[in-house]
């Protein structure tokens, strides 16, 4: 009985050595390749340089890029920096008035004051309009 156990434990360490066995070769396989891969790189940098994006970037961002006068960001800052509280809000408009153009519709016939305002362009509203078209 004993003599029995002993050798159906036999086989499972044997398995275990040729596993580990294998697995040793393989690794050495891999080193091995590695060590010849290794050996016929150049020795030098020489002709050797990471791939760079600069030009084909350079390409795209001035395919793309968009002139001062076209970009809303610049036209936009422009009316900021120029800031007159009277132009965009004129005189006349209270808290009640900005309530109900807000948030109802309305015609030029309820609020003629607001609608003659609105159509006098200036050089705001134009560059308002002008930014808008360009983005």
């Known amino acids: 009985m004993i003599q029995q156990k002993a050798k159906k434990k036999r086989p499972n360490i044997c398995k275990w050595i040729g596993l580990t066995l294998l697995a040793i070769l393989i690794i050495l396989a891999l080193i091995f390749f590695v060590l010849i ?34 970009n809303a960001a610049t036209i936009y800052n422009e009316l900021l920096e120029s800031h007159d509280a009277n132009v965009f809000e004129p005189d006349f408009m209270d808290d009640d008035l900005d309530r109900l153009t807000l948030r109802e519709p309305w015609s030029g016939k309820d609020h003629p004051e607001l609608a003659k305002w609105l159509q006098r362009p200036t050089k705001y509203h134009r560059k308002i309009v002008r930014g808008f078209e360009g983005s």
């Not at 050996?39 to 002139?67: C, H, M, Q, S």
């Open 37 to 70: 891969i290794w050996v016929f790189l150049p020795e030098d940098n020489e002709g050797w340089r990471p791939y760079t994006f600069d030009k084909e970037f350079a390409a795209l961002e001035e395919k793309y890029a968009i002139p001062d006068s076209e």
